[in-house]
C-alpha cells in the first residue's frame, strides 16, 4: 500500500513482457494505497505503455481520488442471481466429481448474496461439514441456519387463519432446532413476495420445478391482497429489530404477533363497530 511497492511496479511496467502481448497489473483494494502511492501512479494511469494493463479494484470506489478516477474507464460488477451462481457451483462440483443435491446448490448461492468468491467459500465448508458425503440440503442447512420451507409455509398458514397457538408452537420448535430466527422471517417474506405475485398475476410466480409451488398458490389464495402486503412490510422491518429483542426467538415471536395484531379480520371490524354504536 506504500509508495516504494507502487514505483517498484511501475518500474516493472516499462519492461515488455516476455511472453504474451501485455503486461497486466491486478490492484486488488486499491482504495488502501496511500495519498503518495495515489501521486506516483497518475503519470503512468494517463500514459500508460502500450503492452500494460492496470486493473484496479475495489469494493469502495468514493474513497479513490477523483484525480485517478479521471483516468480511468470505471466497471460496476453488479451481484449475481442465485441461478447463475447454482449452475457455476454445478459445474465446478461435476469437475471436482463431488454429488450436490440441487436444493442444496440453490441455498449456497442464496447465501452467498451475489457473491461468486462467497459462493464458493461456503461450497467449500459445506463438503468439509458433510465429511464426504457430498453437498446436501439437509446438511448445508443446517451449517447456515436455514429455515426448511415446510416451518415458513406453516407459519404463514397459521398467520392466514390466525392461529396464535400454532405461530408460539411453530417458534419454539425453531428455537429447539437452533435455527436462524432472521433467516425465517426473510424466507417469509420471500414467500409473501411470491403470493403478491401470484395474486395480481396468476402463474406468473409458479415454478413446476418447485415442489412448495402449490402450497404457495393453495396460500395466496386464502389471504387477502391487503393483508399479503401488510405480512411483507411487517417481515421485513421486523428483522431490523431482531438486534434489538432481549433474544432473537422473542424478537421473532413478537414479529409474528404483531403480524396477527394487525390482521384486519372480520371479527375484529365486528366488534369495533358493534362498541361505536350508540346505545
Sequence with gaps: TGIDNIREVLENAQYAPTA???KVYIIDEVHMLSKSAFNAMLKTLEEPPEHVKFILA??????????????????????????TIAAHLQQVLQAEQITAE????????????????????????????AGGQGVQEAAVR?????????????????????DAARIMAGV?????????????????ARILQRMAVQQVVPG??????????????????TLPADETQ????ICIHGRDELGLAPDEYAGLSMVLLRLLAFKPTAEKKT?????????
Design 102 to 129: 440441487p436444493k442444496a446448490l440453490y441455498l449456497l448461492a442464496r447465501g452467498a448474496r451475489g457473491s461468486m468468491r462467497d459462493a464458493l467459500s461456503l461450497t467449500d465448508q459445506a463438503i468439509a461439514f
Design 58 to 83: 475495489t469494493t469502495d470506489p468514493h474513497k479513490v481520488p477523483v484525480t485517478v478516477l479521471s483516468r480511468c474507464l470505471q466497471f460496476n460488477l453488479r451481484p449475481m442471481v442465485p441461478e
Design 204 to 221: 406468473m410466480a409458479v415454478d413446476e420445478t418447485d415442489p412448495d409451488a402449490a402450497e404457495v398458490a393453495r396460500l395466496a389464495a
Design 172 to 188: 419454539q420448535a425453531l428455537q429447539t432446532q437452533g435455527l436462524s430466527a432472521a433467516s425465517t422471517l426473510e424466507d417469509m
Design 230 to 233: 401488510l405480512l411483507y412490510s
Design 20 to 22: 504474451g502481448k501485455y
Design 142 to 162: 443446517q451449517m447456515l441456519g436455514s429455515v426448511n420451507s415446510s416451518h415458513v409455509l406453516g407459519l404463514i398458514d397459521a398467520l392466514a387463519q390466525g
Design 271 to 279: 366488534l369495533k363497530t358493534a362498541a361505536s354504536a350508540p346505545t
